[in-house]
């Protein structure tokens, strides 16, 4: 199939909005009672932002572990929160640089007796 110079920026558009979906589509978490999570990734500057998040309707505190692994990359990120009732709480965060390499990302959060976790597999659209 031959696609002339008229077509291209339509194809370039067709590709930036699937890219786009993929990032929308990252966050997906796992809700149980109060507490949910999700995984962010957003685009920035040739680079990836990617940052967990935990949700909840009730004040709570716990902790978490982030973890990104992928080639070249190994992070792990953890502590103690606070999260405000309705409020996403940040938990942690990491920018990856656009090597176009696929990352997996896993989210644990636990708080108030409840453990919940979220992970994401960050594609190589990066």
């Known amino acids: 199939m031959t696609i002339g110079r008229k077509h291209l920026p339509i194809l370039a558009l067709g590709v930036a909005a699937t890219i786009g979906a993929g990032f929308a589509a990252a966050g ?12 962010v990734a957003t685009p920035s500057g040739g680079m990836t932002a990617i940052e967990g998040v935990a949700h909840s309707n009730a004040a709570l505190t716990g902790n978490y ?11 792990s990120q953890g502590g103690p929160f ?11 965060s990491v920018m990856l640089g656009g090597s176009g390499g ?22 190589s659209w990066l």
């Open 65 to 75: 572990r982030l973890r990104v692994s992928g080639p070249g990359t190994n992070i």
């Open 82 to 92: 606070d999260a405000a009732a309705g409020r996403p709480a940040t938990l942690g």
């Open 28 to 39: 997906n978490g796992q809700a149980s009672g109060p507490l949910s999570c999700e995984i």
């Open 102 to 123: 696929s990352y997996d990302v896993r989210l644990e959060v636990e708080a108030g007796g409840t453990t919940v976790s979220c992970s994401e597999r960050i594609g």
